[in-house]
């Protein structure tokens, strides 16, 4: 007999190997919301290198900006809070992986049960019975309907997509540092300006007094002078708390406490110049947001895929040995021995529609998940392009803005000239240097422009994470 039932095990894993052939999970396909990218721009196809492949420390040369970016990547609180995360999700696929492997556990106990005395066991048992067992239960079930591969799947497209996410946090990281950093110096160069002006202006105070005195300009100019003067105090009051600001908030993302922050002065600021492009499809090869919104859709396709398995009949098979006596000094004997062999298939069929709810939310999840894919998608596209345009026109905007202050320049000298010679017009000496600072801080403001918009497009293509 013992030899029949093990002749009959041997044909399971037969059937099971048949069965299979009957996989009803589905294959994941990527879909067409890739080909939606539209940058608006030709350099796109022109270009076959992409800035995001570049390393931050080759695109940015600034050592002491290196050296802020190395610190957040280190300490910021967002990175290590995503880096637990992938420690969770690896965790899950490392159990994914184990889904093919039996489950075996141990089981020793000891029973005692009391017998009424009047009963037929009791009688014979004199009213008590302990019973002494070791036992191993081994269980195992078939993965007919591919409802474990699916979940590890799911499981693999979750860990990847934490990675991606990681990935995606310090892409913005490096994105947020720099930028701070770039506006930072831009702020150093208006206050030093603004300094200046309220130099020159307290001279021109002075000079407007004497010019009063001679007769040429009246108390009316003076005042206007005057308030010239204090307005240039109020915009260094300005300047020097958005200075501080900024500090703490870029200490808080390298993960310091407020502090001063040491840079370089706005001149000597230097950005790798080859800023190819790169291909459309190169986006979604480096932009981790993208990639991670594409894992989360593998995960919610395969978990529909286990949902849908359990309409399926499962097929379990369990073993169960051991030792069994009433007798504990009897219990390693060979007479102890027992063994008990199950195989059978499980076809729900009443469950309170929990199988057929399961089913329909991973179906909207799918969606969802799909949705949030090409919304990621499409704001990729629209960020890269933003970042292109704002780049040709920071361009555009520095070359006018240097005209333009030129000319200002040249009428504030025109215009003292002309009134220290007794034929000028005092207010257009007002009007020309208040342009003239104007300008001249227009000027800062487009080259920051131009850094951002480089920045901006690094990061919009995926770069800073590699």
């Known amino acids: 007999m013992n030899t029949r039932a093990l002749t009959k095990l041997v044909y399971i894993?037969?059937?099971?190997?048949?069965?299979?052939?009957?996989?009803?999970?589905?294959?994941?396909?990527?879909?067409?919301?890739?080909?939606?990218?539209?940058?608006?721009?030709?350099?796109?196809?022109?270009?076959?290198?992409?800035?995001?492949?570049?390393?931050?420390?080759?695109?940015?040369?600034?050592?002491?900006l290196v050296n802020l970016i190395e610190l957040g990547l280190q300490n910021n609180l967002?990175?290590?809070?995503?880096?637990?995360?992938?420690?969770?999700?690896?965790?899950?696929?490392?159990?994914?992986?184990?889904?093919?492997?039996?489950?075996?556990?141990?089981?020793?106990?000891?029973?005692?049960?009391?017998l009424s005395r009047n009963s037929q066991f009791g009688a014979f048992f004199d009213g008590g019975i302990t019973q002494y067992e070791i036992s191993a239960n081994l269980s195992w079930e078939a993965d007919i309907w591919g409802k474990i591969r699916s979940t590890r799947r799911a499981f693999e497209a979750g860990y990847l997509q934490s990675v991606a996410a990681h990935q995606a946090i310090k892409t913005e990281l490096i994105s947020r540092i720099a930028t701070h950093?770039?506006?930072?110096?831009?702020?150093?160069?208006?206050?030093?300006?603004?300094?200046?002006?309220?130099?020159?202006?307290?001279?021109?105070?002075?000079?407007?007094q004497a010019l009063k005195e001679s007769g040429i300009v009246t108390e009316v100019a003076v005042k206007q002078t005057e308030a010239q003067l204090h307005t240039a105090r109020v915009l260094m009051i300005d300047l020097e708390l958005e200075i501080k600001l900024l500090e703490n908030t870029l200490s808080i993302l390298i993960g310091d406490e407020p502090k001063a922050i040491q840079r370089a002065s706005f001149d000597e600021q230097?950005?790798?110049?080859?800023?190819?492009?790169?291909?459309?499809?190169q986006l979604l090869r480096n932009r981790p947001d993208v990639i991670a919104a594409e894992f989360g859709l593998v995960n919610a396709f395969e978990l529909t895929n286990v949902a849908r398995s359990s309409f399926y009949p499962s097929l379990t098979i369990s073993a169960t040995s051991g030792l069994q006596s009433l007798q504990f000094d009897r219990l390693f004997s060979l007479n102890s021995v027992f063994a008990s062999f199950i195989g059978g298939l499980t076809q729900p069929i009443l469950n309170g529609r929990r199988i057929q709810t399961a089913y329909e939310v991973s179906l909207t999840q799918q969606e969802q998940a799909y949705l949030e894919f090409r919304r990621t998608i499409l704001s990729a596209s629209k960020e890269v392009s933003d970042a292109?345009?704002?780049?040709?026109?920071?361009?555009?905007?520095?070359?006018?803005?240097?005209?333009?202050?030129?000319?200002?320049?040249?009428?504030?000298?025109?215009?003292?000239?002309?009134?220290?010679?007794?034929?000028g017009n005092f207010?257009?000496?007002?009007?020309?240097?208040?342009?003239?600072?104007?300008?001249?801080?227009?000027?800062?403001?487009?080259?920051?422009?131009?850094?951002?918009?480089?920045?901006e497009l690094y990061r919009a293509l995926g770069g800073g994470w590699q």
């Not at 969770?88 to 009391?114: C, D, R, W």
């Not at 506006?183 to 105070?205: C, V």
């Not at 920071?394 to 010679?421: P, V």
């Open 181 to 208: 950093y770039f506006q930072l110096m831009a702020l150093d160069e208006q206050l030093k300006l603004t300094k200046e002006t309220i130099a020159n202006r307290e001279i021109a105070l002075e000079t407007t």
């Open 427 to 455: 207010l257009e000496v007002l009007t020309a240097r208040e342009n003239a600072l104007n300008s001249e801080l227009g000027l800062i403001n487009a080259r920051l422009s131009q850094y951002g918009a480089i920045v």
């Open 13 to 64: 894993p037969v059937l099971v190997v048949a069965m299979s052939s009957c996989f009803t999970a589905k294959t994941y396909d990527r879909p067409q919301v890739v080909e939606e990218a539209n940058f608006r721009t030709d350099k796109l196809s022109q270009d076959s290198l992409n800035i995001a492949q570049l390393s931050w420390k080759e695109l940015f040369l600034d050592e002491k």
């Open 270 to 281: 230097e950005i790798n110049p080859e800023l190819g492009i790169g291909f459309p499809l």
């Open 388 to 423: 292109l345009y704002t780049f040709e026109a920071s361009e555009r905007r520095i070359s006018a803005k240097n005209l333009e202050f030129q000319a200002y320049d040249i009428s504030i000298e025109y215009s003292e000239e002309l009134l220290d010679n007794g034929i």
């Open 78 to 114: 967002d990175v290590r809070i995503a880096l637990q995360q992938i420690l969770a999700a690896e965790s899950y696929f490392k159990q994914g992986k184990a889904g093919n492997i039996p489950m075996l556990s141990l089981n020793p106990q000891v029973t005692h049960q009391e």
